[in-house]
């Protein structure tokens, strides 16, 4: 079950709402400070993409972001409805940042939009 | 709200000052002054993010912009960070690389 | 279309989750802060109560939080998934403090569980 | 993580300080100090709660279990509130008429 599912109007006003569910999740997960650092910034930075996107392809349904923390790894879901090719000019810095940030970072196409995957490795319990 | 913008002049130089967040919802906020601050052909700036505890990269934008006509009125732009969360966001980019950074206001007007 | 749709798992970590999305939505509704107060705290009460009920009936299953700014009202609605008759004992203290803090709370079955819904006014726009 | 408790000795009472919101999760954390103390004997209590940003039902319930053992062994608990968020939740639940809140630890070890 994921540690948090959450679903916000596309306005750039409710990105920080996300920021704050991805930021409780991580240190509730045991992250660093650090690390919960990142987590807050790219994520801000992934559903802004995810928001902006909405609003270029005038899709009024909701950003879905579910956070999942199990067992090593801490992985943060952020779902668009908007077809793959729609702005990439307008996300570009959004997504290289959150890229440098979090390594591993997925883009897919999952109907009906985009997924970007932010996956961090949680340190093994003590 | 988010984020409150005030501007001051100080050391022959103005001042704006950020608190709170900067981003995707705030950012305009910034911008609008730093804009405004530009086209009164005011370029000799410093923006103090001391009390600033996040910055993504709209603010970022914001700053680049700001820059950039500071630069062609042979003004200045100089930035103060003292939270580590909004220096690695400079660091990363490589805008400390375009930007001085400085841990104080006092820091930046001496410069 | 809700300000923020939000689902936890039902253990008591992640009751403050739902309550930092209850009062980042009051504050973007333009409530005022004495009234995000009574916000924070009848949210989380009203969750803790959800997952307090879970916990009880031994139902593994999220507990969801729909918070609605519709014109003049702000609204969170929390719902469970336990029978109307588990463990109303335990959940005493904090239905009755979420009761004097919101007046117009309602509580009612609704399939497959109990959803208790708080009610403000918002101060009409100036 | 979310909430932090710790005891000292002063002015010939236990003081408490806890630091942080004491909810459904972290509440236990503050019951078991306060159970342990009594257990012990030390009925003579002051709760710092000036540096908690939030208290729910949940505190409210250990603060009134630790007052009942130590008013059954002649003790005393006193409550040092500052916010006014705190201080709500004991008003509106009467709670303020059973517990002496003061407005700081100094208050509380002069009374
Ligand atoms: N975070 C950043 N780091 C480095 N350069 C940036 C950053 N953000 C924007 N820029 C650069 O600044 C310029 C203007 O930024 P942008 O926000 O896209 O334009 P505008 O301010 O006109 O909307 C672009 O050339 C972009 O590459
Ligand atoms: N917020 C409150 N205001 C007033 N009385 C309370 C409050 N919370 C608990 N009490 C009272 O304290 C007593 C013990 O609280 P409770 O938490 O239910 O028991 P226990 O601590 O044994 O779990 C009960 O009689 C209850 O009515």
Redesign the interface.
Known sequence: ?????????PS??????A???AV??A??AGLEE?VV?DV??AV??AV?RA??RHGTAEI???VDVVVRDDGAIFEVEVHDRTAPDVGDEDDG??LA?VR??VPGTRLEVRSPGTCLTLTWLRPVPA | M?LDVSTREEGGRVVVVAIG?V???TAPQLDAELSRLTADGRTDLVVDLSRVD?L???G??VLVKTLKRVREADGALDVVVTA??VA??FR??GLDQLIPLHPSVADALAT
């Open positions: 079950m994921p540690a948090a599912t959450l679903s916000i109007p750039v006003e409710h990105v920080r709402t920021r704050l569910v409780a999740a240190r509730r650090s650092d807050r910034l801000g930075e802004a928001v902006l009024g349904e909701e810095v959004a940042l440098v940030l | 988010d967040e981003d995707v919802f996040f993504d990269s709209t970022l934008s580590e969360r690695k966001v990363i980019t």
